[in-house]
Structure formats: C-alpha cells, structure tokens
C-alpha cells in the first residue's frame, strides 16, 4: 500500500471532514490515471466499461476511492470519475455506500447502474448521479441531477432535476427541494412520484401517478392520458396545463390551468359531491400520512397504490356515480 497525497488548489482548502488515514493501493491509482487520460467523455456506457476492464481483479474499498477522488482533482476529465467510482462500488459487498467526501469540483456517474439491493447515500456536493441504477438512492447532499434512475430514489436534499425516464420502475420521493421533475426525452411511465417538500416543476410531460403533501409551484404539465395527478398540498397557477389524464384536486390550487383537456379535471367540490371518491381520496392521504417520517413507510404505500390501480379505481368509482370517462 503507499499513501496518496491530497493535492488542492492552493491554500486555505480544509482537508475532508472524515478524519481517517486514506490510502489507496497503487494500481487503483495507476488503474484511476489511465481511466482520466484515456475516458471517451462522450460516451456514458463507454466510460463505465472502460471503468470495468481497468478495474478488473482490483479489490478496492469505499475508503479508497474516496482518496483517488479527493487526490486527483484537477484532472482535465475528473468530471467524469464518478464512472469509475461506480465501477468499484458494484463490485464491492458493502450493501450501503455513503459518499461524504468534500469535493472542489463536481463528479458525474456515482452509482451508475447500481445494482439492485444496494443503497447509496450522498452526503456531499456531487454532479449527475443514478444513470441506470436498480437499487436505492438516497441523496441528503446536493447533486445537479438524478438522471433515469430505473430504482427508487429518495431526496432530503436539493437537486436540480430528477429526470424519470420510460424503464423507471422504483418511485420517487422527495422531502426537500427539486427544481424539477420530469422528462425530457419521451413520457415516462410505470413511476409513483410522491412529494412531502417543496418542486417547482412537478411532473412535466408524463404518464404515471404523481401525488402532492408538500408544495409545487407547478403540478401536472402536459400529463398523458393514461396519468393520474392527486393535489393534497399547496399548488400553484395552471394546474394541469394540458394534462390528458386523471387531474384531483382534493385541495384546491391557485388554479386550473385554461387548457385541460383531461379525461377527469375535479375541484375539491366536485369531488365531495362524490362521497365514494372523497372517502378513497382520504383514506389514501391517511395511509401515505406516516410516510413523511419514514420513507420506508411512504414506499410500501406506493407498491400496492401503483399508477395503474388508482386509475382503475379512480374510473369505477366514478363510473359507479354516473359519470363518462
């Protein structure tokens, strides 16, 4: 084993809070050297199997990988050392894998594609995380972005975007602060998206159950019709703008938006009117109730309450009372 200096940018720059001795065996580091020299950074999948055929017979721990991050800053490509991180992560057998290291500069590709059963934590300020991930992130740091995850992912922190693409299969839940989350490549479907803390852009151009206890600014944009938006927090202006599907207000937002063209679009009177409908409205609020203490909790609702069976139950109800849709 031989030690690994720090190397920052001058000085003034604290070392990092854990205040373990790191080192790093040396041909992690001579593995780490060539993957910077050598990464394709046009290429996400390029640059994880890259990881993968340098890392090959390296054992390695989370201790190590932590000090190549912090010793290599400065590298032209260090944004993209976060693949090679992820390499070694998922090989290792450490179920959870909390990363708190203090960075100068962002990384991207942290738990990418990490396999299910695993939990990643991020405590620290990081880039793009999540590409492909099956098991569970949990971010209580900052990051740009949670990018496609196909596991559920779980914010305390702030992070920019939560991008949800078509494979998503885990839900996702916020309890702090999201700019946005949405698609920006085709209609996601399959998610439960749950928010106890404060988005700005709730759902954007999607197909799947999105539910607010917190606060959205904006909630159920451009909704597909296959979609099932439920407000029981604070919403703001133009409520389900151009939503196609399922739009519940069982409290009222500032407003709706001027074109709804929604299969369902009920204010909270119009859904009292409907005594079947408000009892299910309100017995689902109460089951995820529990959940803003515990996001175990708010995840066992969401298996049994998919997409799929609240539109179902959502049209026989309503068809139930006498009404199209």
């Known amino acids: 084993m031989s030690q690994l200096a720090y190397k920052f940018k001058g ?33 996400v999948g390029e640059r994880y199997i890259l990881a993968l055929k340098l890392t090959r017979n390296i054992k390695a721990s989370v201790e190590e990988v932590d000090a190549l991050l912090v010793g290599y800053q400065g590298h032209r490509n260090f944004e993209q050392a976060g693949f090679f991180a992820s390499a070694i992560f998922n090989s290792i057998p450490d179920k959870k894998i909390v990363f708190d290291v203090k960075l100068e500069e962002l990384v991207d590709g942290l738990c990418y594609e990490l396999p299910k059963g695993k939990t990643f934590v991020n405590k620290a300020n990081v880039g793009t995380i999540g590409f492909h991930s099956e098991g569970m992130i949990i971010n209580e740091g900052e990051a740009s972005e949670i990018a496609l995850p196909k596991g559920p992912s779980i914010n305390y922190g702030t992070i920019d975007f939560i991008e949800v693409g078509p494979d998503v299969k885990g839900p996702a839940i916020n309890y702090g602060n999201v700019s946005r989350i949405g698609s920006t490549t085709e209609p996601f479907s399959n998610a439960s998206l749950l928010n ?16 607010n206890m917190g606060t959205a600014e904006h909630m159920a944009k451009g909704a597909q019709k296959s979609s099932v938006a439920i407000n029981y927090g604070k919403t703001g202006e133009n409520f389900g703008s151009g939503a196609h599907g399922i739009v519940l207000a069982a409290k009222n937002p500032d407003s709706f938006g001027a074109k709804v063209n929604a299969r369902l679009a009920w204010t909270q009177e119009d859904i009292n009117e409907v005594k079947p409908l408000k009892k299910y409205l309100e017995e689902l609020r109460e089951k995820l109730e529990p959940g803003r203490k515990d996001h175990n909790q708010a995840l066992a609702v969401l298996e049994k309450y998919t997409c799929t069976n609240v539109r179902k139950d959502i049209e026989k109800i309503v068809r139930g009372a006498g009404y199209e849709i």
């Open 196 to 211: 106890y803390g404060r988005i700005e852009l709730f759902g954007d151009d999607y197909s799947s159950l999105i539910i």
């Open 11 to 43: 000085a003034g720059h604290e070392e990092p809070e854990r205040k373990r001795k790191y080192t790093s065996d040396i041909r992690l580091q001579e593995a780490f050297s060539k993957y910077l020299d050598n990464v394709i950074v046009d290429g």
